[in-house]
């Protein structure tokens, strides 16, 4: 992906006074990490959005404040979920020349001869792998083959993955990123015949002694 850059300027209305930025299309911001001290800021609320929507949590977003860039990761993102709108962004520096962990986005790729040959059902795990890299390394998706999946049952872990020398992946060895699952049946429920027969036996003694009652009655 091409150098991704937001312009942004220093706010000086913070706490509740912010919705008087919102109303006029700017979208509030921190942005705080190396070497630098939390400092509130104000983006364009339409062209910032139209940026992150397109980006990944792993990619590099650039803060330009006072005609510097800042390397940056997003760290949060606070939505208004009835507008569906952005309502609030941190920014984290971040130095070039460290390792930093981020969450990078799960892509499943490839084939799995279970599923095309066998009818196997692919079932996805984690969507996410936290991994450390310096800022430049984190990809911003890391692609997982699923064409060894050849027999009903057969998993890709983490740890099956190959990692390079210039990341470390930090979530758990052990949690599962796909699965080809036997395909889903249908289950029919047995009756017994010898109890069907013996409630059909009930049902007639029970009609047979109430017509021998009303015999008897009249």
């Known amino acids: 992906m091409s150098k991704i850059i937001v312009e942004a300027e220093k706010r000086e209305v913070i706490g509740k006074k912010v919705k008087v930025l919102r109303r006029e299309g700017q979208l509030p911001a921190v942005i705080y990490g190396h070497g630098i001290d939390a400092i509130p800021i104000a983006l364009d609320h339409r062209a910032t959005s139209r940026i992150l929507a397109k980006a990944e949590s792993s990619n590099l977003i650039m803060v330009n404040l006072g005609g510097k860039e800042y390397p940056t990761l997003v760290r949060d993102k606070q939505w208004d979920y009835i507008k569906r709108s952005l309502i609030h962004v941190d920014f984290q520096v971040v130095s070039m020349t460290e390792t930093i962990a981020a969450q990078v986005r799960v892509e499943l790729i490839g084939v ?107």
């Open 112 to 218: 799995s001869p279970a599923v095309k040959d066998f009818g196997a059902i692919l079932i996805s795990g984690v969507t996410e792998l936290e991994i450390e890299a310096l800022p430049s390394d984190l990809p911003e998706s890391y692609e997982v083959d699923i064409s060894g999946l050849e027999k009903i049952g057969d998993s890709v872990l983490v740890r099956d993955l190959e990692v390079t020398e210039n990341m470390t992946i930090l979530t758990d060895p052990g949690s599962m990123l796909a699965v080809a699952a036997a395909p889903a049946e249908e289950i029919v429920d047995e009756v017994d015949a010898e109890e069907l027969l013996e409630g059909e036996e009930g049902e007639e003694g029970v009609e047979g002694e109430e017509g021998e009652t009303e015999e008897a009655a009249e």
